[in-house]
């Protein structure tokens, strides 16, 4: 398999490039600054160099020839302003759509968060995080709107640094037990991730992330029949 990351060297991408080279995946790894191909090589991911906030979508497929998935990991990180919550958070996750639509790629993995259903309305928090919140929620809708894409969007609970446990609790948004809120490290978002593109079939669905208690693996061959 041959996935493209966007926002490469964030802390999940990294994480997920090296999952994918220790079984033989082949990863693309789009960043802004060149001065990450380093950490990418070492992680086992091939550099992409492409500012998504620059870059147009016929540019950005050229990187897309060939691939099997895209993720979308990126993210305007903390310390942005809300301008770039829009500029990374919503719009880049749309120009890598219509990239992967023009490359011929329509298996698309968008890292969420979860509360985006109910963030604050402008008039009411106009904080960075609201900003976050409703970019991250434009996205998913514009995102589920489109016909050319095998999307799933996993939203996962409080991100931590911590090692992973190999057990998560995984379930689609609105679904009874609930998934609830709570911590997962980021090296257990990366092993869904990658179990996520061996499963087809979970196109379309729309995911709650927790640590837990089932392996990703089982957790998400349970999402189907």
Do not use: C
């Amino acid at each position: 398999m041959r996935i493209v990351i966007a926002g490469g060297h964030g802390k999940i991408a990294l994480l997920l490039e090296r999952r994918a080279a220790a079984r033989g995946d082949a990863t693309g790894a789009i960043i802004r600054d060149p001065a990450q191909s380093d950490d990418v090589r070492e992680a086992g991911g091939e550099p992409v160099v492409a500012d998504l906030e620059a870059v147009d979508a016929g540019e950005l497929a050229t990187h897309l020839t060939g691939a099997d998935a895209v993720v979308f990991a990126a993210g305007a990180g903390p310390g942005s302003t809300a301008e770039r919550k829009d500029t990374v958070d919503r719009d880049a996750a749309l120009l890598l759509a219509d990239a992967a639509a023009a490359a011929g790629v329509r298996r698309y993995l968008l890292v969420s968060a979860m509360n985006v259903d109910s963030p604050p309305a402008p008039e009411d928090d106009d904080s960075i995080w609201a900003h976050y919140l409703r970019a991250k929620k434009a996205a998913e809708d514009a995102l589920r709107a489109r016909d050319d894409l095998d999307l799933t969007i996993v939203r996962p609970g409080r991100l931590t640094d911590e090692p992973g446990t190999g057990l998560v609790r995984l379930g689609p948004v609105g679904g009874e037990p609930p998934v609830g809120y709570g911590e997962i490290p980021r090296e257990d978002v990366a092993a869904v991730l990658l179990a996520l593109l061996d499963a087809p079939a979970s196109a379309g669905a729309v995911l709650d992330l927790i640590g837990g208690t089932v392996p990703p693996a089982e957790a998400v061959a349970a999402l189907t029949p």
